[in-house]
């Protein structure tokens, strides 16, 4: 016989159709936002993966200072490698500030897959790529002017080995607004002439590694041998080549960071079903005593209050997966393709995505709702029809002073009686609040690297050369520049840019000596190393290791940086006394051929991590504040719409003794809106250790560093857009308090 008990849930649904609705909303866009990530990354991904083998991307590359003849090649093919040309050089743009690496057109080793346009077939045709394109705002048919030589854009391409926009393996981040790169026809190329040409070579192996240990063997192994064979002047495998790698890891990352948001949000929904439950099955409890005497099990009980707020899980997240496969995975898509120049893909169906968008949920609901309802189920019919449903032995009220005031100790009894519901309140703010300050925070945080960076800033320009150059430029001042990296331990190993100065530098004021180093603020923050400690680094390109001691810290947040005389730097490396290869200037040099310029750094390459990373995850960040601060709202508003119902009977009966409805509001919505402002303000300091943690963490895995920095007006933002959401909620909840007529008191009187 069908369960007469199933005919209760459509009118309970009708009777909570507003709450329902509004969970079921939220639910949808929290779900369909998240299955739409996650279908987007695994679809990208599998084109990703794909690509090692459809596109043959490189085990490595390597650059010579010369170019390798035919016998080198040949002796170095012989430990198991395939050697291809992959020559680039590098040019200024004139259209727009940034600097293009050019290729030949690939057609052996990291192909290109064309997104729109056509290859370049002209010696005046190049093709870019698509996402330095998007960002400087050039499309086909556009004129792209490099160093005075103007080319018509024909085609937008994805680099397979350049999946992420890096210019370096030491930078901090990617940067595809003054970073690109391109490919023209073997002519175009040749005639771009010699100035920034780079012999860069790329190699396969013949036998793939097993593993990332293996690949470092064998990676080291080949170094040696190239070392044998002329000067190395790069080198990077393919476990280290972020600009390959990087996609890969960070995709990862962003999954882990959705689903935890996904699965906080449905532990506090079923909380909020869980107490709602808990509180109806309270006015419910003599129906309850009676279908428990009748013959009903605690299992039927349970499985009836358990089925609405399972089904409205159920259903929110199958709506929200088939938006996910639509809306929200082209929204996704564009995320995606806004921060990594991917080639094109097809929509793969995703099991994964379903099971942890819409099993995991489901069951997450079920077990909260089934521990909580279960635990006050367990107590026998005759204590449901008695409405004694504590487990304890009632004990007398909690003693309050008599010296407060009879409306304080009021209000401090509604909190009492009601603090199930407000310890699920406390920590739904204390997550909303999370959430929201991941919008607000990151943001601040990386205008006060940029804002740092350039109160910092050594010089406007240093250069690096590729050989000793004079230079009459007033006020350049010679320099030593070097690379180390650090030893692999509880973070992994990072390259440190050494700069040797000289000891009465203009640029920077250190009391340098020949036996101590100073190392920058950032190296000091990430890696934990203070005055007075010994540091050992090793060889970029080898083996050898070099230990320092600090004498100090100096205040530099561009990057992890050591920085030491020019006497101990030509000492140590075994230079010559006056060697240098670079100078620092607050004016740019002129006089010197480009062809000796290996590197300038500006301001702007300084900052290209805070400002690619403000343009690729400002969107995620508004995401995430406006979801919490949703969020924030649908909690206040279940939570005090519960609290007003469950003391209706309370609230009829100072109508009857004379209470008007703004003094009852004060009452009972007063003593909500004090548990929300307090929630708010202690939970902040807790709110920001552990965004302090997170960011550590988040950070740590990038190279470089930006310190911790969250500004005072941030968690004011919060609390007045929290007040201010709370303030619309607490004036509805006034009018539920007008509603309640004075007949209710008069009900369920034992």
């Known amino acids: 016989m069908k369960n007469p008990l199933s005919k209760r849930i459509l009118r309970e ?55 390798a ?126 100035a920034g040409f780079h012999y860069n070579y790329s190699w396969t192996y013949d036998k793939a590694p097993s593993d990332e240990i293996e690949e470092k063997e064998m990676s080291d192994d080949f170094m040696e041998e190239l070392s044998k064979h002329g000067i190395i002047t790069n080198f990077i495998p393919q476990y280290l080549n972020q600009a390959i790698k990087f996609t890969d890891e960070d995709m990862g990352s962003d999954r882990i960071m959705f689903m935890a948001f996904l699965y906080i949000v449905i532990i506090i929904i079923a909380f909020i079903f869980a107490v709602t439950t808990s509180n109806m099955i309270t006015k419910e409890a003599t129906v ?98 008695r409405r004694d449903l504590s487990k304890r032995q009632k004990k007398k009220a909690f003693k309050l002073n008599s010296k407060i ?37 990151f943001p601040a945080l990386l205008e006060n690297h940029q804002a740092s960076i350039t109160d910092s800033i050594i010089s406007k320009y240093q250069y690096i050369l590729k050989a000793e150059a004079e230079t009459e430029t007033e006020g350049a001042e010679k320099y030593c520049a070097g690379t180390l990296k650090t030893l692999e331990g509880k973070l992994k190993s990072e390259s440190v840019s050494l700069l040797g100065l000289s000891k009465d530098s203009e640029y920077m004021t250190l009391e340098l000596d020949d036996d101590s180093v100073y190392i920058s603020s950032s190296y000091s923050e990430k890696f934990g190393v203070s005055e007075g400690e010994t540091i050992t680094l090793k060889e970029e390109y080898g083996t050898k290791e070099y230990t320092f001691k600090v004498k100090g810290v100096y205040d530099y947040s561009a990057g992890i940086a050591i920085f030491m005389s020019r006497e101990l ?96 509001s004060g009452l009972y919505v007063m003593s909500t809106s004090l548990v929300v402002i307090l929630s708010f303000i202690l939970t902040m300091p807790i709110v920001n250790e552990l965004m302090r943690i997170v960011c550590v963490i988040m950070l740590s895995d990038f190279a470089g560093w930006i310190p911790y920095y969250i500004p005072s007006s941030a968690f004011i933002e919060i609390i007045v857009a929290g007040i201010a959401a709370y303030a619309v909620i607490g004036f509805m909840q006034f009018g539920k308090v007008k509603k309640i007529p004075l007949d209710v008191a008069l009900k369920n009187v034992e």
Request: hydrophobic share 45%.
């Open 569 to 664: 730097f030509n000492k140590t490396f075994d230079y010559d006394e006056d060697y240098f290869n670079g100078y620092l200037s607050d004016k740019e040099i002129e006089d010197i051929d480009e062809m000796f310029i290996a590197t300038t750094i500006t301001e702007d390459d300084l900052n290209k991590m805070s400002r690619q990373l403000t343009n690729s995850m400002g969107g995620i960040f508004d995401i995430f504040f406006w979801f919490g601060l949703i969020m924030f709202t649908l909690i206040i508003y279940l939570l005090s719409k519960l609290v007003v119902e469950k003391n209706a009977q309370s609230i009829s009966m100072t109508k009857i003794l004379g209470y008007t409805n703004k003094e009852i």
């Open 288 to 385: 309850i005593g009676t279908l428990r005497a009748s013959g009903y099990t605690k299992g039927e009980i349970i499985r009836h209050y358990i089925t609405l707020p399972v089904l409205v899980t159920l259903v929110s997240a199958l709506v929200g997966n088939i938006l996910g496969y639509t809306v929200f995975l082209k929204a996704a898509l564009n995320i995606y393709y806004t921060n990594y120049s991917l080639p094109t893909f097809v929509t793969v169906w995703s099991a994964e995505a379903f099971i942890k968008t819409t099993v995991i949920p489901v069951i997450l609901m079920i077990v909260i709702n089934y521990v909580i309802i279960a635990g006050k189920m367990s107590l026998s019919p005759i204590k449901f029809l």
């Open 405 to 441: 005031g009879i409306m304080t100790r009021f209000r401090l009894r509604v909190i009492f009686q009601n603090m199930p519901n407000y310890v699920t309140l406390i920590i739904g703010i204390f997550f909303a609040n999370v959430i929201m300050i991941l919008g607000i925070a």
């Open 69 to 194: 003849d035919v016998d080198t090649l040949e002796t170095l093919e012989k430990e198991g490698v395939k050697i291809y040309e992959n020559f680039y050089i590098e040019r200024e743009t004139d259209n727009v500030d940034s600097t293009l690496r050019i290729y030949r057109n690939r057609e052996e080793v990291d192909k290109v897959s064309l997104m729109e346009g056509k290859l370049p077939l002209t010696e005046d045709e190049i093709a870019i790529d698509r996402m330095y394109a998007d960002n400087n705002k050039l499309a086909v048919g556009d004129t792209l002017s490099v160093d005075g030589i103007d080319l018509t854009i024909c085609g937008l391409v994805a680099f397979s080995d350049y999946s992420s926009l890096f210019s370096s393996t030491s930078d901090m981040m990617f940067d595809a607004f003054k970073f690109g790169v391109a490919i023209m026809t073997e002519e175009g190329f040749d005639s771009l002439g010699e």
């Open 13 to 67: 649904l009708r009777s909570e159709f507003v709450k329902y609705a509004i969970i079921s909303i939220f639910l949808v866009a929290v779900i369909g936002f998240i299955s739409g990530f996650l279908v987007a990354s695994g679809s990208l991904r599998v084109a990703y993966d794909e690509g090692f083998e459809k596109y043959n991307i490189e085990d490595g590359n390597f650059e010579y200072y010369e170019k």
